[in-house]
């Protein structure tokens, strides 16, 4: 036993011989490189340090200086490649690792720039520059929390004498994870220890104005400026400090200074956008958000930027060709994706706002609001199962948002699970008690589950929290009409009546209360003015149950809305939900085709029209029809086709108010 430790030992000590003589160099070559790389010739001592190996092809230290040699011409990848001998041939020194991380940084690889670090501090583990360096590496992958731990550790193994800028970089990423507060009290210690450092006065002053203190914020960056007259980044944030203040002129300025100092980078342009952007000048932000484009194309925060202003003033293809543009740039970046996945969205393009939302969650997984966009992009694409699959997650991620569970419900009520809609919409109530609809829905769940006389309730108090809705009132006097409560509900109705806001709501709300008094109605027409001024009757659906009328009617408020924002295509993905349930329902191939006509799209208005005169061919949704057609024909140039839908309106329609005006029109295009 006592001879193998003393076998033990001596190939230990031979080891460790090795491997301090292997760190060791005194050839005139290696003496040579250390003198020229100290003078800053680092070719010269590139060429010194290859000579030397090849006399001690596994001297360690040769190699480090070979890597710093190669580091000083910024050949990274050369660097790396020294260092890593250093290392092979001699695993125990720290500052080789160390040295690694440093290059792999300058070359992009963070991943093995980190793993280097944490190397060189399990070799020395209270080397507080070691702890540093990791936590910048995870400062730069936005590990805020991780890369706070070793800005503290460093601090810690520092002892008496921290190094100021050791403070700095804790208050940066104290500010990053919002504790402003300690931000402030880490920049005031750095610069304790180093009174003339301009960095650390913008960025304390910066801190300041994140609380909204711009006395103080001001002061810190005036400061700064004072150290460094030079730098553009202190007018930035001094302009930022004027435009929290409301001092227009005085921000404006800043700007312009920073864009004087800057010429060349993109940064100072995107500022000077911002702030016309909060001023509302959009014009003056776009062109800002261009030239700060121009100047750096790469950087995806200014397309982002650009997208959100375009999207402020309703020029949404080229808000989505600047989103795309960000999302090129910065792939993985979870907020561009999401945001092109919203604005996808929005124009009905469910499939292309799937896709983008499942990437935002590839990179950020945890966040619920993706997973709740996700979940609503699927319901409206109709695949409700996978809705639901993405609103469970939202939930268990965030279980305090309200309209996580009512979209949860929505969904379990679209597959007639009431009983767990009910569940969830109750839950929604108990979080945001304020909310009408989520009583609305309730009451619909409850109805439609055949409890009738327990919606009667969240229905009026969905009407008690907003009096002004349509379908509230009317759902409510059907639930009540239900229950044989027939004078409180002609009363709900009457209000509904009242409330209607398209001719299809105030014709089906007639039909129900004359039904109720026992009237006979005759199906009066609905209206709706198409592209010329003519109107469009719509037949009653017939052979559709309780649940598919509400559905439709609710399908045409929506419809409604969209338009009322110039939303079309959300509007047709309306219409087309009703067609689902109403093959033949003339009103929504109508209003679907006026869409669009909005949207310049005449070929789908024009097949859509054409189904229109089919299901009616001569009726007074026939003649709205051809004449809106006539009117599309013109605008594309197509006379002949113009004068056939002209004459086929006064065919059927020859005592039209505007005849004589059709005939004149047809006559001059017959020329």
């Given at each position: 036993?006592?001879?193998?430790?003393?076998?033990?030992?001596?190939?230990?000590?031979?080891?460790?011989?090795?491997?301090?003589?292997?760190?060791?160099?005194?050839?005139?070559?290696?003496?040579?490189?250390?003198?020229?790389?100290?003078k800053?010739?680092?070719?010269?001592?590139?060429?010194?340090?290859?000579?030397?190996?090849?006399?001690?092809?596994?001297?360690?230290?040769?190699?480090?200086y070979?890597?710093?040699?190669?580091?000083?011409?910024?050949?990274?990848?050369?660097?790396?490649?020294?260092?890593?001998?250093?290392?092979?041939?001699?695993?125990?020194?720290?500052?080789?690792?160390?040295?690694?991380?440093?290059?792999?940084?300058?070359?992009?690889?963070?991943?093995?720039?980190?793993?280097?670090?944490?190397?060189?501090?399990?070799?020395?583990?209270?080397?507080?520059?070691?702890?540093?360096?990791?936590?910048?590496?995870?400062?730069?992958?936005?590990?805020?929390?991780?890369?706070?731990?070793?800005?503290?550790?460093?601090?810690?193994?520092?002892?008496?004498?921290?190094?100021?800028?050791?403070?700095?970089?804790?208050?940066?990423?104290?500010d990053?994870?919002?504790?402003?507060?300690?931000?402030?009290?880490?920049?005031?210690?750095?610069?304790?220890?180093?009174?003339?450092?301009?960095?650390?006065?913008?960025?304390?002053?910066?801190?300041?104005?994140?609380?909204?203190?711009?006395?103080?914020?001001?002061?810190?960056?005036?400061?700064?400026?004072?150290?460094?007259?030079?730098?553009?980044?202190?007018?930035?944030?001094?302009?930022?400090v004027?435009?929290?203040?409301?001092?227009?002129?005085?921000?404006?300025?800043?700007?312009?200074?920073?864009?004087?100092?800057?010429?060349?980078?993109?940064?100072?342009?995107?500022?000077?956008?911002?702030?016309?952007?909060?001023?509302?000048?959009?014009?003056?932000?776009?062109?800002?958000?261009?030239?700060?484009?121009?100047?750096?194309?790469?950087?995806?925060?200014?397309?982002?930027?650009?997208?959100?202003?375009?999207?402020?003033?309703?020029?949404?293809?080229?808000?989505?060709?600047?989103?795309k543009?960000?999302?090129?740039?910065?792939?993985?970046?979870?907020?561009?994706?999401?945001?092109?996945?919203?604005?996808?969205?929005?124009?009905?393009?469910?499939?292309?706002?799937?896709?983008?939302?499942?990437?935002?969650?590839k990179?950020y997984?945890?966040?619920?609001?993706?997973?709740?966009?996700?979940?609503?992009?699927?319901?409206?694409?109709?695949?409700?199962?996978r809705?639901?699959?993405q609103?469970?997650?939202?939930?268990?991620?965030n279980?305090?948002?309200?309209?996580?569970?009512?979209?949860?419900?929505?969904?379990?009520?679209?597959?007639?699970?009431?009983?767990?809609?009910?569940?969830?919409?109750?839950?929604?109530?108990?979080?945001?008690?304020?909310r009408?609809?989520?009583?609305?829905?309730?009451?619909?769940?409850?109805?439609?589950?055949?409890?009738?006389?327990?919606?009667?309730?969240?229905?009026k108090?969905?009407?008690?929290?907003?009096p002004?809705?349509?379908?509230?009132?009317?759902?409510?006097?059907?639930?009540?009409?239900?229950?044989?409560?027939?004078?409180?509900?002609?009363?709900?109705?009457?209000?509904?009546?009242?409330?209607?806001?398209?001719?299809?709501?105030?014709?089906?709300?007639?039909?129900?209360?004359?039904?109720?008094?026992?009237?006979?109605?005759?199906?009066?027409?609905?209206?709706?003015?198409?592209?010329?001024?003519?109107?469009?009757?719509?037949?009653?659906?017939?052979?559709?149950?309780?649940?598919d009328?509400?559905?439709?009617?609710?399908?045409?408020?929506?419809?409604?809305?969209?338009?009322?924002?110039?939303?079309?295509?959300?509007?047709?993905?309306?219409?087309?939900?009703?067609?689902?349930?109403?093959?033949?329902?003339?009103?929504?191939?109508?209003?679907?085709?006026?869409?669009?006509?909005?949207?310049?799209?005449?070929?789908?208005?024009?097949?859509?029209?054409?189904?229109?005169?089919?299901?009616?061919?001569?009726?007074?949704?026939?003649?709205?029809?051809?004449?809106?057609?006539?009117?599309?024909?013109?605008?594309?140039?197509?006379?002949?086709?113009?004068?056939?839908?002209?004459?086929?309106?006064?065919?059927?329609?020859?005592?039209?108010?505007?005849?004589?005006?059709?005939?004149?029109?047809?006559?001059?295009?017959?020329?």
């Amino acid at each position: 036993m006592l001879a193998s430790r003393i076998l033990f030992f001596i190939i230990l000590f031979s080891l460790l011989s090795s491997a301090i003589s292997l760190s060791k160099a005194d050839s005139p070559d290696y003496l040579k490189g250390i003198d020229c790389y100290k003078k800053g010739r680092y070719e010269e001592a590139v060429k010194s340090f290859l000579s030397a190996l090849k006399k001690e092809p596994h001297n360690a230290e040769i190699y480090n200086y070979l890597g710093r040699a190669y580091y000083g011409l910024e050949n990274y990848k050369e660097s790396i490649q020294a260092y890593k001998k250093a290392i092979d041939c001699n695993p125990a020194n720290g500052s080789y690792y160390y040295n690694l991380g440093i290059a792999c940084e300058k070359a992009g690889d963070l991943e093995l720039a980190r793993s280097s670090y944490e190397e060189a501090i399990t070799l020395y583990p209270g080397d507080p520059d070691f702890h540093n360096r990791l936590g910048g590496v995870y400062y730069r992958l936005k590990d805020w929390q991780k890369a706070l731990e070793e800005y503290t550790m460093a601090i810690n193994y520092s002892g008496k004498n921290p190094k100021a800028y050791f403070y700095y970089n804790q208050g940066r990423t104290f500010d990053k994870l919002g504790y402003t507060d300690k931000a402030i009290e880490a920049y005031s210690r750095a610069i304790n220890l180093k009174k003339n450092d301009s960095d650390f006065y913008y960025h304390r002053g910066m801190a300041y104005l994140a609380k909204s203190d711009y006395k103080k914020a001001k002061e810190e960056i005036e400061k700064a400026i004072k150290l460094e007259k030079s730098s553009f980044l202190f007018y930035t944030g001094l302009g930022q400090v004027y435009q929290a203040m409301g001092e227009k002129d005085m921000a404006r300025a800043s700007f312009k200074k920073s864009i004087e100092l800057a010429q060349k980078e993109g940064a100072p342009h995107y500022h000077l956008a911002n702030f016309y952007k909060d001023i509302k000048l959009y014009n003056e932000a776009i062109a800002e958000y261009q030239k700060a484009i121009d100047l750096d194309p790469h950087n995806g925060s200014y397309y982002y930027a650009l997208g959100e202003v375009l999207s402020l003033i309703n020029q949404m293809d080229k808000a989505l060709v600047a989103y795309k543009e960000a999302v090129i740039k910065d792939p993985k970046n979870p907020v561009y994706l999401n945001k092109l996945g919203s604005i996808y969205y929005k124009t009905g393009d469910w499939q292309n706002a799937i896709e983008n939302y499942r990437n935002s969650i590839k990179y950020y997984p945890e966040d619920a609001y993706l997973h709740y966009n996700l979940g609503r992009a699927y319901q409206e694409n109709n695949q409700t199962e996978r809705a639901i699959e993405q609103y469970r997650k939202a939930i268990s991620l965030n279980g305090k948002n309200a309209d996580f569970y009512n979209y949860l419900g929505i969904s379990l009520y679209e597959k007639r699970e009431y009983k767990e809609a009910i569940d969830n919409f109750n839950k929604a109530i108990k979080l945001a008690p304020d909310r009408a609809i989520f009583y609305y829905n309730l009451g619909n769940a409850l109805y439609f589950s055949g409890d009738f006389k327990n919606s009667i309730d969240p229905y009026k108090k969905a009407v008690s929290l907003s009096p002004n809705d349509f379908s509230f009132h009317s759902h409510l006097g059907i639930a009540c009409i239900k229950l044989g409560l027939i004078e409180e509900g002609l009363m709900s109705l009457e209000n509904a009546r009242k409330l209607a806001g398209n001719d299809k709501q105030l014709e089906d709300i007639n039909n129900i209360i004359a039904k109720i008094k026992g009237e006979n109605p005759s199906i009066t027409p609905s209206v709706t003015p198409g592209p010329g001024f003519t109107q469009t009757p719509v037949p009653a659906a017939t052979a559709l149950s309780d649940e598919d009328k509400m559905t439709i009617l609710q399908s045409f408020d929506h419809a409604a809305e969209f338009e009322k924002n110039k939303k079309w295509d959300m509007a047709i993905f309306q219409y087309k939900k009703i067609l689902k349930l109403d093959k033949d329902n003339i009103l929504a191939y109508h209003r679907m085709a006026i869409d669009y006509y909005r949207q310049k799209k005449y070929d789908d208005a024009i097949k859509n029209f054409n189904k229109v005169i089919e299901l009616d061919s001569k009726g007074k949704a026939a003649i709205a029809a051809h004449y809106s057609l006539a009117n599309i024909y013109l605008l594309i140039g197509n006379k002949d086709n113009a004068i056939k839908e002209f004459e086929l309106y006064l065919q059927i329609n020859p005592d039209a108010d505007d005849a004589d005006e059709v005939l004149a029109k047809i006559k001059e295009l017959k020329r």
